[in-house]
């Protein structure tokens, strides 16, 4: 078995608490994985925006943004997964019916959050998704929506996501981080779907990739990716543990 990928979460895995990494201590591995032909991936639900920030030190870095509606590259955008129109319509009502939910809109283009949401919901919104527009209404919008990002009352989580799946219905998946976050995505598109087209694109086997990941997190993320990889990537990605 040979690494030729290399995958991680962010939030809990690949960043400390404050939201950072050590640049000086991961160009090492950087460098390591370059010299040897191996692919590094950031692997989020977060904005594609975002993730690239992270790495504007470390331009081979590749993306599975959005919880593997976008996947790309520094340079390019390879593939998105948007959800089905009528889907989109219907989430937006359902989050409209429900006074507790805050809500973002990730589309291709941009992270749409409304006018009425409180100043500390769009500061916590802007910080995962820079790319952000505030509108009057979601329904105005024009671009392809990958996914929605919701928040609410942390010891609600559950409640909510049994709420928002028989309200939304099929066609979804409704998945969370914890904390009060809920993500409202394609149910055939996930972090490990992102991962297989990325190993399927540069022709690398599922056994040659290893994943670093959050835990607790998805059933259906990363499912598809054995773990194997030497000591030394393995202590060196797991900043966030020093």
Known sequence: ???????????????????????ERFQRVYDYMNQNDIRFVSASGNQYYQL????????????????????????????????????????IDVIESLPDVNAVMCGKKLAYILNSSSPEFYRISNFYFPEIQSVDRFEDVDDDVLKFSLGCPDDETEFYMDKLATMIGSGVSIVTSGHGDIDVIRAD???????????????IKPEDCWQSQEAPSPATTFQTIPSAVEDGILRYLHFNQN
């Not at 790495?55 to 955008?77: C, Q, R």
């Open 1 to 23: 078995m040979t690494i030729k990928l290399v995958a991680t979460d962010m939030d809990g895995t690949f960043l400390n608490d404050d939201k950072h990494f050590d640049k």
């Open 52 to 91: 690239k920030s992270f790495f504007s030190d470390f331009p081979k870095t590749l993306f599975v943004a959005e919880n593997g509606a976008l996947i790309g590259s520094h340079e390019k955008i390879y593939q998105t997964d948007s959800l089905d129109k009528n889907i989109v319509k219907k989430t």
């Open 189 to 203: 598109v996930n972090k490990a779907t992102g991962l297989e087209y990325l190993s399927q694109k540069f022709n």
